[in-house]
């Protein structure tokens, strides 16, 4: 195999190089994939799943009006909380963006904590049958009246395996994984294997970290800057459509309680901030898991980790 070689001017004309950057939430990412981009002369996809619907904009850190100025940016609130949008279809969307822009460019930068979404970009998704989709309807009308609880414990009996593999506080994986039990009557764990799909890129992926109470710290400013630039009154006016799949997120759900009168204000921030720190450290665990990642301090600069990508 030919050794990756990631310089600007210097670059196989033959293969294509799918840069990606990962990391727990409020760790950099967007500022060092919009300078990747710059140095290679190219553009960027998100694979942050929380920032794909248009109505969620300060809960989910959007890039502001600024940096997605400054590079073109793909897959960032273009659909709405009232679409359903699988992972399958993102998967499919993103390989025939990523089509388009490698007949343009050798190198693209994607970025995001989701892992299952890099993931699916990268290697593809494991194939499952087709449901009735009467069934999903089911379950989120099932999630709306009785809650998540019901769901977790429908799910633990029908396929413990997975249960103890996911993020079961996720409705969307809950769910997920539900209707491929009960529309199969098998449980979902087996239609997952280790096969990787072809694609017609090669993967770097770059993941930035630093000391946990580093990380901590920052996720506790950037939920008080989301404060300061008005989060309460953006999910106060999606108050009405709680119970929808995207709004299951922290965040979100938070300050719906408060305004349920079920918490205070001050005690809905703090578990904003609490359940923030949990997601970074899920994320964490998620990407330790790849040996393929090359892992930089979060302060490490452009140009450390550009020799680091031409050294490969």
Not at 22 to 39: F, H, M, R
Not at 154 to 162: A, G, I, N, S, Y
Not at 275 to 294: E, H, P, S, V
């Amino acid at each position: 195999m030919q050794n990756i070689v990631l310089n600007a001017d210097i670059i196989f004309m033959s293969t294509k190089y799918l840069i990606t950057v990962v990391g727990p939430t409020a760790i950099g990412k967007t500022s060092l994939a919009i300078k990747l981009a710059q140095y290679y002369n190219t553009e960027i996809i998100s694979s942050d799943s929380r920032q794909f619907f248009k109505e969620m904009k300060i809960g989910t850190a959007v890039p502001n009006p600024t940096e997605l100025a400054t590079v073109p940016h793909y897959f960032i609130q273009h659909k709405s909380i009232f679409d359903y949008y699988s992972v399958g279809e993102f998967e499919r969307e993103a390989i025939k963006k990523l089509e388009n822009l490698f007949k343009q460019y050798n190198v693209v930068v994607m970025a995001g904590g989701s892992g299952l979404y890099v993931d699916a970009v990268i290697k593809g998704l494991d194939d499952f049958p087709d449901i009735d989709n009467s069934i999903r309807e089911n379950l989120n009308e099932q999630l709306k009246n009785n809650g998540l609880s019901p769901l977790q414990s429908q799910l633990k009996k029908l396929d413990p395996v997975h249960y103890t593999k996911i993020d079961i506080n996720n409705p969307q994986r809950v769910i997920r994984a539900l209707e491929i039990c009960i529309g199969t009557g098998e449980p979902y764990s087996g239609f997952l294997t280790d096969k990787s799909a072809q694609r017609n890129f090669n993967s770097v992926k770059i993941g930035l970290t630093a000391e946990r109470e580093i990380i901590y710290d920052r996720i506790n400013k950037r939920v008080d800057l989301m404060i300061d630039e008005g989060l309460i009154d953006e999910a106060k006016s999606l108050y009405s459509y709680k119970h929808l799949n995207a709004l299951q997120t922290v965040g979100y759900k938070e300050l719906f309680n408060y305004f349920d009168g079920t918490w205070t204000l001050d005690f809905a921030i703090s578990e904003i901030k609490k359940n923030t720190r949990r997601f970074a450290k899920r994320q964490l665990t998620w990407f330790n898991k790849d040996k393929t990642i090359m892992w930089f301090d979060y302060s490490a600069s452009l140009q450390e980790i550009l020799d680091e990508l031409i050294s490969l």
